[in-house]
């Protein structure tokens, strides 16, 4: 964080200092919530969570070397006491970009966020110094947390923003205010907490109604209700996709023997080729994406591409692809899972695997409400459809209801097989796999099936995986 005084922390925040002998002296560390975190010269900021409050660490940080703790009560210890540590986190957060001028590139949608986040990261590095979510902290804590990273040298600040219901996203622009504003897609991604697309589509789109009219509001052509929200906003459209009239767009897409994308890219600046070291082809969308805000700040189009076919994965458990010495490809995308995410996933392992045994393990898709059956049975449905060798789901209700579309759609019966948790997985392939098999292992993060990946790479967790 650019250095501040306590004094000049209390007066952003709103706060009361407390045991500080000297409010000169200023924080020229990091903001951490954890305090295993602190550094010298940190902000430790106390959260009271529902198994641990952070209040109870706050001598332990300040032992460590924070300078101060924001906290919701006295603590002991040098502290900014304020009402609602969140609140003042935010506004902490606001009063620093601010300061600093940095341009701003916010992005949201159903699916997609932070494999796109990680793209836009790479290119734009080429370019300046930029500051970038780290995995998928996009919510009211993680992301100012994020923009507190910043410095004087930042020219970029790329923030990832998650949704759980109308005027969430609205709450994060008004933390850290975006010149530009990237939306996916609208899917069915916590359909059940939202209740329908429509809804979805309202809360995405709080993003473009924040951008300021010098602003630039990056739309996806292909997505219908993405599309639809250019008069929410005042700033400018830019949009990317396939579609004839998108600005930033990819022609002749194909797919490598390995599975990778390779296209040809056109922007309002010029037109180059792009192969993605990335799988399947949905990260096309992606990567035009991140293309749109590149030639938004400034970046040709053969430097656009350079970065693309350099970039990599930064994020753990997303699209993973590791060859074993046995040659078994494991390709680990367990951190998280929706519908169309479950979709392009099977679509990569049907590319990646042609010629060879492909197996899906595959568990539950959480926050679908309503749309659970349904959206089960569609998935196992397209297994069969893309002609994956073996289904395995993983888990209770939601498993045995992707086994019955994939029994349904192609009377599968032994190619088919419904196992109760991750330990029965792993067992199962590690009896059956062969050398050259590609397995894809995924699911909603809260089953915790990376575990299946991570002990057929490892081979030595199995008391890790069932102690789960």
Request: hydrophobic share 45%; with cysteine; proline share 4%.
């Amino acid at each position: 964080m650019i250095a501040l005084s306590l004094a000049e922390i209390a007066e952003i925040v709103g706060g009361q200092s407390y045991d500080i002998p000297d409010p000169s002296v200023q924080v020229t560390g990091s903001v951490v919530i954890d305090s295993r975190l602190v550094a010298p010269g940190s902000l430790f900021a106390a959260f009271a969570g529902e198994h641990v409050d952070g209040h109870d660490y706050a001598r332990v940080a300040y032992e460590a070397g924070a300078v101060a703790v924001l906290a919701a009560r006295p603590v002991g210890v040098p502290a900014i006491v304020v009402d609602d540590v969140q609140g003042a986190l935010g506004a902490l957060a606001r009063e620093v970009v601010r300061r600093l001028g940095t341009d701003v590139v916010a992005l949201t949608g159903s699916s997609g966020k932070t494999s796109t986040k990680d793209l836009i990261a790479q290119v734009l590095q080429r370019h300046a110094p930029t500051v970038y979510t780290p995995g998928s902290l996009n919510n009211e804590i993680g992301l100012p947390l994020t923009a507190l990273t910043a410095t004087a040298e930042t020219r970029h600040l790329v923030l990832e923003m998650g949704a759980r219901g109308i005027g969430h996203i609205r709450y994060l622009t008004g933390l850290t205010p975006p010149r530009i504003g990237l939306v996916l897609n609208v899917g069915t991604a916590h359909i059940g907490e939202f209740g329908g697309r429509e809804q979805i589509a309202e809360a995405k789109g709080e993003l473009v109604e924040g951008l300021p009219t010098d602003g630039c509001a990056v739309l996806n052509a292909d997505d219908p209700l993405v599309r639809a929200m250019a008069p929410r906003t005042k700033a400018r459209v830019l949009l990317f996709g396939e579609a004839e009239d998108a600005d930033v767009r990819a022609e002749n897409v194909r797919l490598t023997d390995a599975g990778q994308p390779s296209f040809r890219l056109h922007t309002p600046s010029g037109c180059s080729d792009v192969t993605l070291r990335l799988y399947g082809e949905h990260h096309v969308s992606n990567a035009l994406a991140a293309a749109a805000v590149a030639h938004e700040l400034g970046m040709s189009a053969d430097e656009i591409a350079r970065a693309l076919s350099e970039a990599g994965t930064l994020s753990r458990w997303r699209m993973e692809v590791t060859e074993r010495p046995d040659g078994v490809t494991v390709v680990n995308d367990a951190y998280n899972a929706n519908p169309e995410s479950m979709r392009a996933a099977l679509r990569a392992l049907a590319a990646m695997g042609k010629g060879r045994r492909t197996w899906a393990v595959l568990g539950p898709m959480a926050e679908l409400g309503d749309e659970s059956l349904a959206e089960h049975d569609a998935v196992g449905r397209l297994a069969v459809r893309l002609n994956v060798s073996k289904l395995v789901a993983v888990g209770d209700r939601e498993a045995s209801w992707l086994q019955l579309g994939a029994y349904n759609e192609g009377s599968w019966g032994e190619e088919s097989v419904h196992v109760s948790d991750a330990q029965a997985a792993v067992d199962l392939l590690r009896s059956e796999l062969r050398p050259g098999d590609v397995v894809l292992v995924k699911a909603s993060r809260s089953i915790g099936l990376e575990r299946v990946a991570l002990a057929l790479l490892d081979g030595g967790v199995e008391g890790e995986v069932a102690a789960r």
